[in-house]
């Protein structure tokens, strides 16, 4: 079975860091790309920034320069460090993993997602 696990969220001011992570656990054969989104309260959810298999990243226009994803193919992980937080980038964000190849499906990929992480930023 594959499960996606986020951590790093929490309360910080704004101006401040975090570092989100997320382990994709499983007998898993590959990986495609790996992205964060995130859903405000009460709003939809929200693309923010994707990485390929082979490291290219594109980022939401509202988090570039700011936001950076990069991923450990050797352990299956992608990470989110954000800078410069806002009160607006408050949210629950939610790891996915796409065209994940896995003992459950070694022939089609399957798209997964994590349960979220909230992240709160307020002074």
């Known amino acids: 079975q594959v499960q996606l696990v986020e951590s790093g969220g929490g309360l910080v001011q704004p101006g401040g860091s975090l570092r989100l992570s997320c382990q994709v656990s499983?007998?898993?054969?590959?990986?495609?790309?790996m992205g964060w989104y995130r859903q405000p309260p009460g709003n939809q959810r929200d693309f923010v920034a994707v990485i390929t298999s082979g490291g290219s990243a594109n980022y939401a226009d509202s988090v570039k320069g700011r936001f950076s994803i990069s991923r450990d193919n050797a352990k299956n992980t992608v990470y989110l460090q954000m800078n410069s937080l806002k009160p607006e980038d408050a949210a629950v964000y939610y790891c996915n993993a796409a065209n994940v190849l896995s003992a459950m499906n070694p022939y089609y990929g399957m798209d997964y997602w994590g349960k979220g992480t909230l992240v709160t930023v307020s002074s």
């Open positions: 499983g007998s898993i054969f590959s990986l495609g790309a």
